[in-house]
C-alpha cells in the first residue's frame, strides 16, 4: 500500500524561500514517477513540477518555472520541491503525488504554504 506524506509547508514573506518534502511509503519507490501539485482557496488543482523514476527528467509549470526545483532521493523513498523567490499567488495547499507504471495515481494530504505580501 502506497502513502505519501508531505512536510515543510508554512507562512512565508514574497522573496522567501521553502523547502517541502514528501515521504514515500511502499514498494519499488524507484519504478514511480512523482510529481507536486497545488490548489488554492477557489481554484482547481494545477500542475506544479514532476519528475521520472530515474531523477534526469523534470517538468514544470510556467509558473514557477526558474523559482522552484523538483528533485527525488530513491535511497530514501523522498521527492522534495525547493521554492525560491516566492509570491503571494504561490499560496495553496500543495500535494505531492506518484504515478506507477500500471497509471495508478497516489496522491498525500497537502501541505499548506501561505506567502505574505
Known amino acids: 500500500q502506497v502513502q505519501l506524506v508531505e512536510s515543510g509547508g508554512g507562512l512565508v514573506q514574497a522573496g522567501g524561500s521553502l523547502r517541502l518534502s514528501c515521504a514515500f511509503s511502499?514498494?519499488?519507490?524507484?519504478?514511480?514517477?512523482t510529481g507536486w501539485f497545488r490548489q488554492a482557496p477557489g481554484k482547481e488543482r494545477e500542475f506544479v513540477a514532476t519528475?521520472?523514476?530515474?531523477?534526469?527528467?523534470?517538468g514544470y509549470a510556467n509558473s514557477v518555472k526558474g523559482r522552484f526545483t523538483i528533485s527525488r532521493d530513491n535511497a530514501k523513498n523522498t521527492v522534495s520541491l525547493e521554492m525560491n523567490s516566492l509570491k503571494p499567488e504561490d499560496t495553496a495547499v500543495y500535494y505531492c503525488?506518484?504515478?506507477?507504471?500500471?497509471?495508478?495515481?497516489?496522491w498525500g494530504q497537502g501541505t499548506q504554504v501561505t506567502v505574505s505580501s
Open positions: 519528475i521520472g523514476w530515474s531523477g534526469s527528467n523534470t
Open positions: 503525488t506518484a504515478r506507477a507504471t500500471d497509471g495508478s495515481d497516489y
Open positions: 511502499g514498494r519499488a519507490f524507484s519504478t514511480y514517477s
